[in-house]
Nanobody
């Protein structure tokens, strides 16, 4: 089992920055990839950014150049630095973990709200 706890959401104005954190605990050695996803009510959860065990990353086109995903040396903490925030970035952001042997992200945090006002 892996537990994920997010922090760092909040309400900001357009153009501001926020940094989200996700701390993993439990069987963290089973984690292949961690990432950030976002979901508005009645919408599907969409990928924002992921980072794999080899430190390769992927970003949604809508956040490229503005958001940066990184992780600590122990690889059990992941951050999402969000710059130049836009109102359309408003969402609940979830941290996910993809474990070895799984077919998809199989562990999720509780979510943290990000609200960007114009």
């Amino acid at each position: 089992q892996v537990q994920l706890v997010e922090s760092g959401g909040g309400s900001v104005q357009a153009g501001a920055s926020l940094r989200l954190s996700c701390a993993a605990s439990g069987r963290t050695f089973t984690i292949y990839s961690m990432g950030w996803f976002r979901q508005a009510p009645e919408n599907q959860r969409e990928l924002v950014a992921i980072i794999r065990a080899d430190d390769s990353t992927n970003y949604a086109d809508s956040v490229k150049g503005r958001f940066t995903i990184s992780r600590g040396n122990a690889k059990d903490t992941v951050w999402l630095q969000m710059n130049s925030l836009k109102p359309e970035d408003t969402d609940v952001y979830y941290c996910g973990a993809y474990t070895y042997g799984s077919s998809d992200y199989d562990y999720w945090g509780q979510g943290t709200q990000v609200t960007v006002s114009s």
